[in-house]
């Protein structure tokens, strides 16, 4: 089993839609959570820490069920340029990423 | 700009051969860790180091080595090289140990081994 598991993929959108990205990890011990986003050929970006209580940020929001080791990403209203690479990342004393799920959203 | 810069960007070896990849993390930046990403695929941890000490490993062979000096400048090597090295190998650094921090990653060093 991989550390962290996401979505395959891909997604294929139209502006406006809401998109859902699912994660799970297998390290029950760790500590941090994250998604960051990469752009094609850029280095990944932090989007936003996951937070047990949930957290949003705008139109993003992140959930965080430690019971379950599942974490989530809503992107209400999507925008052209949400496309990219969205990767789930979890930490212990080091930090491991998903392979990423793509998302396309398309006018 | 993340203040993390690696060298060279590009790199051809052959199989077998050997290769050092560099980076050098902001001052202050403690922990460095090191990431092979493949095509389509998210970065893959190698290895951590945290004030010039190993402090974590992935799922890759002994013949992924590194270092980290005082400077906050870190090394990759790889010995015998097999055609599946072929990747981009990024590194991060943050002030912390590690796994609580945000990442800053460097541009990466792309290695086509031939």
């Known amino acids: 089993r991989k550390e962290v598991e996401q979505d395959p993929g891909p997604f294929n959108v139209p502006e406006g839609a809401t998109v859902a990205f699912n994660c799970t990890y297998s390290?029950?011990?760790?500590?941090?959570f994250f998604w960051y986003r990469q752009d094609c050929r850029k280095e990944p970006k932090l989007l936003m820490s996951?937070?047990?209580s949930g957290n949003e940020d705008g139109r993003f929001t992140a959930q965080l069920n430690r019971a379950s080791q599942y974490i989530s990403l809503l992107i209400r209203d999507s925008k052209l340029s949400d496309s990219a690479t969205y990767l789930c990342?979890?930490?212990?004393?080091?930090?491991?990423f998903g392979a990423g799920t793509r998302l396309t959203v398309k006018p | 700009e993340t203040g993390v810069t690696q060298s060279p960007t590009h790199l051809i070896k052959t199989r077998g051969q050997q290769v050092t990849l560099r980076c050098s993390s902001q001052s202050g930046h403690n922990t460095v860790s090191w990431y092979q990403q493949a095509l389509g695929q998210g970065p893959q941890f190698i290895f951590q180091y945290y004030r010039e000490e190993e402090n974590g490993r992935g799922n890759f062979p002994p013949r992924f080595s590194g270092l980290q000096f005082p400077n906050y400048s870190s090394e990759l090597n790889v010995n015998a090289l097999e055609l599946d090295d072929s990747a981009l190998y990024r590194c991060t650094s943050n002030p912390g140990r590690g796994g609580e921090e945000t990442q800053y990653f460097g541009p990466g060093t792309r290695l086509l081994v031939l």
């Open positions: 990342v979890v930490g212990h004393n080091d930090m491991r």
């Open positions: 996951v937070y047990s």
């Open positions: 390290n029950s011990a760790s500590q941090s």
